[in-house]
């Protein structure tokens, strides 16, 4: 019986360009910074590395673990994301979203699991209007580690109390946010955006 829905939350509850483009847009700064070379140049040092990862593991590496390759601290790379932009100015609410969020909470505690940083993440699921949906918001602050580490999911089923057999994935991406979860025995959910939620919450509804 699953009575915890975990949400990755980029990609899954929202898809934004913008967001997207200002994400690697700090990331290229923040290399520039830490290097002291163009910005330029570090966008280009930043996605061929990004490429040779991609071919190397067989999925699209995020720009966090892209950054920890040049030596850049994870908590660096989050200190100057956050002040580079704020995803509220690109992001509004999501009645539709709130709407199914509501109907899976009648059914499951829900909690978001995120390789982002807390701010970001509040600030986003503020900006969706979801923020008072989940009952945990699990960040890479939350245990100081991040998908596809399996640690990081059973560390949350355990804050949440339940085993891993109880648990619900719902991620954007297969390798990192799925099938480390299946692994561990956990039920996973395969989403392209938000709108497929709608798809997750008619499957769980047909089931007694």
């Keep these: 019986m699953i009575k915890v829905i975990l949400?990755?939350?980029?990609?899954?509850?929202?898809?934004?360009?913008?967001?997207?483009?200002?994400?690697?847009e700090a990331a290229y700064c923040t290399l520039a910074k830490?290097?002291?070379?163009?910005?330029?140049?570090?966008?280009?040092?930043?996605?061929?590395?990004r490429e040779k990862l991609h071919k190397k593991h067989g999925f699209p590496v995020p720009y966090t673990l892209t950054l920890v390759r040049f030596g850049i601290p994870v908590e660096t790379w989050h200190e100057e994301n956050i002040a580079f932009f704020d995803p509220r100015d690109y992001l509004s609410a999501n009645s539709e979203l709130r709407k199914m969020l509501l109907k899976?909470?009648?059914?499951?505690?829900?909690?978001?699991?995120?390789?982002?940083?807390?701010?970001?993440?509040?600030?986003?699921?503020e900006a969706l209007k979801v923020e008072d949906m989940f009952d945990h918001v699990f960040t890479y602050n939350t245990f100081?580690?991040?998908?596809?580490n399996p640690q990081f999911f059973k560390k949350a089923a355990k804050a949440m109390n339940v085993a891993p057999g109880e648990c619900l994935v719902v991620g954007d991406r297969y390798s990192v946010d799925l099938i480390p979860a299946q692994e561990l025995g956990m039920k996973i959910y395969e989403v392209r955006g938000p709108e497929d939620i709608k798809k997750l919450l008619t499957t769980l509804l047909s089931v007694a």
């Design 104 to 125: 899976l909470k009648k059914r499951c505690r829900l909690a978001i699991l995120t390789n982002n940083n807390e701010v970001q993440a509040t600030r986003i699921l």
């Design 7 to 24: 949400f990755d939350l980029d990609g899954t509850l929202y898809n934004s360009t913008e967001v997207r483009d200002k994400f690697a």
């Design 144 to 148: 100081r580690t991040m998908k596809p």
């Design 34 to 49: 830490v290097k002291n070379i163009p910005v330029n140049e570090a966008k280009s040092r930043i996605e061929d590395t």
